[in-house]
């Protein structure tokens, strides 16, 4: 057993710290599975088109959010982004997929018309700017993830 | 072998679909408060069983309560320590395995869980060391083996490993 127990300083009070798993699968679909191993095999970020509205989605979505057009035109967008608003969280937590401060950055990729939400890194969080350079950094082993991005640096 | 190929092609085409996994703990932690946290306490530093009495009905309540199921008056403070021996009074025989749902560990399995009548008459729930279902029957005299390492204690009722089966005939006859 390894459940992790502690008893409080001068009182007969007992802390049980406990951690339980609630897996779960879902599919990313048609259109997600393609966005996902394009970051994959070609370390490329794409998204789609809406015919109507004009507008570029990234990540990739089937259909648009105002018009319910059916989305097929695949564009891909560039890796360099300008970044629209940022927080910084500083208490750990496992379901976190990176150690804190984590910084949570919203990227409006070159050619897209939507922000794509993503890690920074190699950053100080004292020096983030709103309007700021980034780009993606990617992994070198990826799994078809949303993590084969690392995180977006800061261009200098 | 052009059908080969185009087999291969019709392969190729199939598009491949991601399953996205998402398998992260997520952590908690709760008080055992003062009565259970005295039980806790106990058992670690002492290796015994405790539980507390009713003022009004002068029952012994295990786990402690700090009010009475029965009478629905306040505990007090009162405790009495339970012996650790006593009889099997019912038990089963788990075959379905088990895990622990918050580390995922697999559980040791078969093991037979039984309520242990201790000697002074109070009930607790308790997994027996005697895992041959043939030398399994009510009434077998049992006694509790304690986790031996101090470190390792600390788990409550988790504390005790066992209850083991004790010939008291058998020691005495040995005694003479």
Same mark, same amino acid.
């Given at each position: 057993?390894?459940?992790?127990?502690?008893? &409080?300083?001068?009182?007969?009070?007992?802390?049980?710290?406990?951690?339980?798993?609630?897996?779960?699968?879902?599919?990313?679909?048609?259109?997600?599975?393609?966005? &996902?191993?394009?970051?994959?095999?070609?370390?490329?970020?794409?998204?789609?088109?809406?015919?109507?509205?004009?507008?570029?989605?990234?990540?990739?979505?089937?259909?648009?959010?105002?018009?319910?057009?059916?989305?097929?035109?695949?564009?891909?967008?560039?890796?360099?982004?300008?970044? %629209?608003?940022?927080?910084?969280?500083?208490?750990?937590?496992?379901?976190?997929?990176?150690?804190?401060?984590?910084?949570?950055?919203?990227?409006?990729?070159?050619?897209?018309?939507?922000?794509?939400?993503?890690?920074?890194?190699?950053?100080?969080?004292?020096? &983030?700017?709103?309007?700021?350079?980034?780009?993606?950094?990617?992994?070198?082993?990826?799994?078809?993830?949303?993590?084969?991005?690392?995180?977006?640096?800061?261009?200098? | 072998?052009? =059908?080969?190929?185009? =087999?291969?092609?019709?392969?190729?085409?199939?598009?491949?679909?991601?399953?996205?996994?998402?398998?992260?703990?997520?952590?908690?932690?709760?008080?055992?408060?003062?009565?259970?946290?005295?039980?806790?306490?106990?058992? =670690?530093?002492? #290796?015994?069983?405790?539980?507390?009495?009713?003022?009004?009905?002068?029952?012994?309540?295990?786990?402690?309560?700090?009010?009475?199921?029965?009478?629905?008056?306040?505990?007090?403070?009162?405790?009495?320590? %339970?012996?650790?021996?006593?009889?099997?009074?019912?038990?089963?025989?788990?075959?379905?395995?088990?895990?622990?749902?918050?580390?995922?560990?697999?559980?040791?399995?078969?093991?037979?869980?039984?309520?242990?009548?201790?000697?002074?008459?109070?009930?607790?729930?308790?997994?027996?060391?005697?895992?041959?279902?043939?030398?399994?029957?009510?009434?077998?005299?049992?006694?509790?083996?304690?986790?031996?390492?101090?470190?390792?204690?600390?788990?409550?009722?988790?504390?005790?490993?066992?209850? #083991?089966?004790?010939?008291?005939?058998?020691?005495?006859?040995? &005694?003479?």
């Amino acid at each position: 057993m390894s459940t992790v127990t502690e008893k &409080l300083e001068g009182m007969d009070v007992w802390l049980y710290h406990g951690q339980i798993y609630i897996p779960n699968t879902y599919s990313a679909g048609a259109v997600g599975s393609k966005f &996902l191993i394009e970051l994959r095999d070609r370390k490329r970020i794409v998204g789609t088109r809406c015919p109507t509205c004009n507008r570029v989605y990234v990540p990739a979505r089937s259909i648009c959010k105002d018009c319910y057009s059916q989305l097929d035109e695949w564009v891909e967008v560039s890796n360099k982004g300008t970044l %629209l608003t940022y927080t910084v969280c500083n208490q750990q937590n496992a379901i976190q997929p990176v150690e804190a401060p984590i910084v949570y950055g919203i990227i409006q990729l070159d050619g897209a018309d939507t922000g794509f939400v993503h890690l920074l890194g190699e950053v100080d969080p004292e020096q &983030l700017k709103v309007g700021m350079r980034v780009q993606a950094v990617f992994k070198k082993e990826r799994e078809a993830s949303i993590l084969d991005i690392k995180y977006f640096k800061p261009l200098v | 072998m052009a =059908k080969a190929s185009s =087999k291969k092609k019709a392969e190729e085409k199939k598009p491949e679909y991601i399953h996205v996994t998402f398998n992260r703990p997520r952590q908690y932690s709760w008080s055992t408060g003062r009565y259970l946290g005295h039980f806790y306490a106990e058992a =670690k530093e002492n #290796k015994r069983i405790v539980g507390n009495r009713c003022p009004k009905c002068k029952d012994i309540w295990l786990p402690p309560t700090p009010v009475c199921p029965k009478c629905k008056v306040d505990m007090g403070w009162d405790w009495a320590e %339970l012996p650790q021996t006593g009889e099997v009074y019912q038990y089963t025989y788990l075959v379905m395995p088990l895990w622990d749902p918050h580390y995922g560990e697999k559980w040791a399995n078969p093991y037979p869980s039984a309520i242990i009548l201790l000697d002074n008459g109070v009930f607790y729930r308790h997994r027996l060391e005697e895992t041959d279902k043939d030398k399994l029957r009510a009434g077998i005299r049992v006694q509790a083996v304690w986790k031996e390492d101090y470190e390792e204690r600390g788990h409550g009722m988790a504390d005790i490993l066992y209850f #083991k089966t004790i010939d008291e005939q058998e020691a005495k006859r040995c &005694l003479q």
